[in-house]
């Protein structure tokens, strides 16, 4: 039996899931003597320092807490709670944590983008039971602004670079604490989770890696997710975002089959595109919700879910939030959401004034939920001009000319599906919601979509030198190759594909393998068997 501490500022439905799915039960501790009596406690920390330990206080468990950590027993702090272990936080200033380790929790200061998000690898300085089997390769998933710094280098577990080493997990005795998120590690993140709580596990390490740690590029498998005309909800593919072929709408297979295909083939992070949400509100076209709570216990990467993610007036009169429909999301086990048509709207009603309202929904649900669970998600068509300054849009040069020969286009934002182009541009709009809180771009191209002619590299180059947040680039993979030149021509941080994927025909393995040596990559090795 596993205690979890769930102090209930997020969602924690993937830890609990991959608890269950190693075959342990999850008791949830609902009072200070559930603490007190548990044989191995694990606390996965979300949301912020200051209220993390505002809500530990309030619900009376500092006190147990603290007499649990001091009797040494089995404890697991998974990202903030690892951190709570600490005396203090530069995030919350005056705000004393749990103090069984000495030191601080600081921000990170260096050129890279901020937060730390993806698959990073590790050093392991102590031998500990939780590498027991690990070969020192395996990355981990990391999502983070604040690292700690231990005053004591002998409880330093494992560090990890970027732009400077920082200590990435901690252990005494039996009290560890990792930055990772051993829940959204896949294979390797559920080993380190067995080994933690099978007990008599042998300790292994340390294992010396000369070479930096670097953050891996990410592979995401999409799926385009509605339902068929016989009302069956299933992942159908578009051709330029036109997913009817001979009057019916393509049918590709099952969404949480599909998904569990692709983790298990190696995918770094899955994404679901419900295509309708903008006629179908999610809250009430509640199958998509379904899909992601049963994929959740079968997927340990990180899931996005996008579609419908807006304010909105039932027949009855009722009005929702854009944020109420995050929350169920997060709430049924996705880590990040995205926003497509409401975002283009959103950016032109501030390219009007100037001024933030505060109340979009990039802006309440990257206050709510850190700017790292924000994804926009641009549908952007290329229209070619003659010159720089034929349109008040951002304009760029291409290589690639117009039918009468233009040397000139912009990326037209498009809503609902592409089917309304608007006049905003894909520069602008991720500009503006950076500004806003997105925390990264979804960048499709409703010109390459299905054609497998590669993604649109003079696209993904202009949007990703206008914006510091992580760029994904999506649509036109066609072969392995494809991902090569995307991740060597321009900086995006990862690149998506659906069509390929659905069809078999370039499986997410072939891809690792062969971009293996050539790009910093999750390897495929990291299958552990777990
Ligand atoms: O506008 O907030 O309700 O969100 C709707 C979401 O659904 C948006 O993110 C939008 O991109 C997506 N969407 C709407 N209609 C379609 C369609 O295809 N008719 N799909 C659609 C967009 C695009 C990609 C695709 C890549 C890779 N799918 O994500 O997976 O282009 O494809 P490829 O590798 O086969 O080339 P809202």
């Not at 039932?314 to 497509?340: H, N, P, Q």
């Amino acid at each position: 039996m596993i205690t979890l501490l769930d102090y209930g500022a997020g969602n924690v439905r993937s830890v609990i899931n991959a608890i269950e799915r190693l075959g342990e039960t999850v008791k949830v501790a609902a009072a200070g003597e559930d603490i007190l009596s548990a044989e191995k406690l694990i606390f996965p920390g979300v949301g912020a320092f200051g209220n993390m330990m505002a809500i530990l206080q309030a619900k009376n468990f500092v006190a147990p807490l603290k007499a649990y950590l001091q009797s040494d027993r089995p404890f697991f702090g998974i990202c903030l709670g690892m951190q709570a272990l600490f005396e203090s936080s530069e995030e919350a200033l005056g705000i004393a944590g749990l103090g069984i380790f000495k030191g601080t929790v600081q921000r990170f200061n260096t050129e890279l983008a901020v937060p730390h998000i993806g698959w990073n690898g590790i050093r392991i300085h102590q031998s500990s039971r939780i590498f027991n089997g690990f070969s020192g390769r395996e990355k981990f998933y990391f999502v983070h602004s604040y690292h700690i710094v231990p005053q004591d280098e002998d409880v330093r577990l494992t560090t990890t670079d970027y732009g400077y080493e920082f200590v990435s997990a901690v252990q005494r005795g039996n009290v560890i604490g990792t930055q990772y998120h051993p829940e959204k590690s896949g294979p390797a993140g559920l080993r380190l989770l067995q080994n933690f709580m099978t007990t008599g596990t042998a300790a292994q390490g340390p294992i010396t890696v000369s070479e930096p740690t670097r953050l891996a590029k990410r592979i995401i498998a999409c799926l385009d997710v509605r339902a068929n005309d016989q009302g069956d909800l299933v992942v159908t593919k578009g051709d330029q975002y036109d997913v009817r072929e001979a009057g019916d709408v393509r049918n590709l297979g099952k969404p949480v089959e599909l998904a569990s295909r692709y983790y298990q083939e190696g995918a770094d992070e899955i994404t679901f595109l419900n295509i309708t949400g903008f006629r179908d509100f999610p809250l009430e076209d509640m199958p998509m919700i379904e899909v992601l709570k049963q994929t959740s216990k079968k997927v340990f990467v990180p899931l996005t879910i996008g579609g419908g993610i807006r304010n909105y007036t039932d027949k009855d009169g009722r009005t929702y939030s854009a944020l109420e429909v995050a929350d169920a999301y997060f709430r049924s086990g996705a880590d990040k959401i995205s926003i497509g048509s409401d975002a283009v709207l959103v950016v032109e009603q501030y390219l009007q004034s100037n001024v933030a309202t505060g109340k979009s929904a990039i802006e309440e649900i990257s206050r709510v939920y850190g700017n790292q669970a924000v994804v926009i998600s641009i549908d952007p068509r290329r229209i070619y001009v003659e010159s720089p300054d034929a349109v008040p849009q951002q304009v760029i040069p291409t290589f690639i000319p117009g039918p009468n020969d233009e040397g000139y286009c912009w990326y037209q934002c498009t809503i609902r599906g592409g089917r309304e182009g608007r006049p905003v541009d894909a520069i602008t709009l991720a500009q503006v919601c950076e500004k806003l809180g997105a925390g990264e771009i979804l960048l499709n191209c409703i010109d390459r979509d299905g054609t497998n002619s590669g993604f649109d590299l003079e696209l993904i180059n202009a949007v990703k030198n206008a914006v510091s947040i992580p760029v994904i680039a999506s649509s036109g993979a066609g072969c392995a190759e494809h991902f090569l030149q995307v991740f060597s021509q321009t900086r995006a941080e990862s690149a998506l594909a659906a069509g390929i994927f659905h069809r078999r025909e370039v499986p997410i393995g072939e891809v690792k393998t062969f971009l293996q040596g050539k790009v910093d990559i999750r390897p495929l090795a990291d299958k552990l068997d777990a």
